[in-house]
């Protein structure tokens, strides 16, 4: 091996050691972010039963930010939206349901939009704007068919 040869070798080697650490790592990171996600969802939901509305909002937003799919982000914006509402927090509902609706609508998933409208419904029964409250229930049932 030649000098030129030598060098070439010697500067491939941390190139293949790189590419060999950053393989493991994003499917190891992968496998780490879908076991946080779980957790962390599973957490929330039995928060959420025992209304401890707060640690449940938090626990979703930990499994939002460790979830591989921007659906399983959706359910969990919609149950922050949901979990806001029982706690009267309503701008934050909707907030929360209209960051739900842009994925939902961008990945075409009608039936758990249909859900995001059955929630933008109930919300606008609660401030009495019941034409509203209407038209959102219908289009909930239209997009649960």
């Known amino acids: ?81 949901v979990t806001y509402k029982a706690l009267s927090i309503l701008d934050s509902a909707l907030y929360k349901y209209n960051e739900a609706e842009k994925i939902l609508v961008e990945l075409d998933s009608l039936r758990l939009l249909g859900r995001v409208y059955n929630n933008f419904g109930t919300l606008k029964l609660r401030s009495g704007a019941f034409n509203d409250a209407q038209y959102y229930f219908l289009l909930s049932l239209k997009l649960k068919e």
């Not at 076991?35 to 449940?56: G, V």
Request: with cysteine.
């Open 1 to 81: 091996m030649n000098t030129s040869q030598k060098n070439l070798f010697i500067l491939r080697r941390p190139l293949l050691f790189v590419c060999v650490v950053m393989f493991f790592s994003v499917g190891f990171g992968q496998e780490l972010n879908t076991s946080e996600y779980k957790h962390n969802y599973k957490s929330a939901s039995d928060f959420y039963r025992i209304s401890e509305y707060r640690k449940a909002i938090s626990k979703w937003g930990e499994a939002a930010k460790y979830s591989n799919s921007e659906y399983d982000k959706a359910k969990c914006y919609l149950n922050m939206g």
